[in-house]
């Protein structure tokens, strides 16, 4: 469909009204076959959550939460934000680095990302069926490190990932590092699902499913996350909503960027 999407574009260019038509029109089809297969949160919300102990080792645990300050220092995307998890704030109760930059988790942590990929994809084949209505391979759409200080929460009991297909969730911190913070589903009887979540557990869950974290009452809480979806495999520093195409928050991040090595405006690359 890219390619069509190309072919069109190159015969006939933007300036022409029935290619611009072409180009909305198969748009909007790509971005409805990438959610369309996905169930709505109230199905979703029957499709049990898979809980594995120990999947990660504390000394790969220990190597992964060490090496986060560095990936912030090769470019890894960072935003702050309030207690609630929504406003921006420089005060960073909630502070999110987008790992997933520039494959920056993927390149350095090799065995720990296939681990994890594997492990959200069993969890699919073995309990929902999602993956297999998809149009193609899933790709990833994000790996955040989420480091959650007192007062942070997603206390939201009707949050879900939108878009995406499978979320992952890794628990880097260990029990005596933080309390509260619990997180939990709302399930089809109207019950929470609170798991035993502790340090190398991985929780894995349908992305439509409604979880929410209830507030950090002391400590540091540190998570990393990972949303699998049908679409292409993102770099960009933050939580992108295009699944296909050129984002344009990579674009105003590299310019940004290479003004701040190079001095000037860098040539946009493949990757970006
Ligand atoms: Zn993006």
Known sequence: MRRALSAALGIGGLGVARTLYEWRRMNSIEEHDAEAFLPTP?????????????????????????????????????????????????????????????????????????KLRAAALEADSAHWGIAKEAPGELSVRVIEVHEVSVAGALNHPYHFDAGSVVTIDLMLSEDEDYTGGEFETLELDGSSNRPNFQQGDVIIFPSHKYHSVQPVQSGLRRVLIMELWFGETRTCPHRCELHWGKCSYSDHYEKWFSRLVHGKEGTPTAEW
């Open 42 to 114: 109230q199905q979703a919300q029957s499709l049990p959550l898979v809980h594995r102990k120990g999947l990660l080792t504390e000394a790969e645990v220990r190597s992964l939460v060490e090496a986060v300050p560095a990936l912030r220092a090769k470019g890894a995307g960072v935003f702050s934000r309030t207690a609630d998890s929504i406003v921006p704030s420089e005060a960073g109760t909630w502070q999110t680095t987008y790992v997933h930059t520039d494959q920056l988790f993927q390149k350095n942590f090799a065995p720990l990302f296939k």
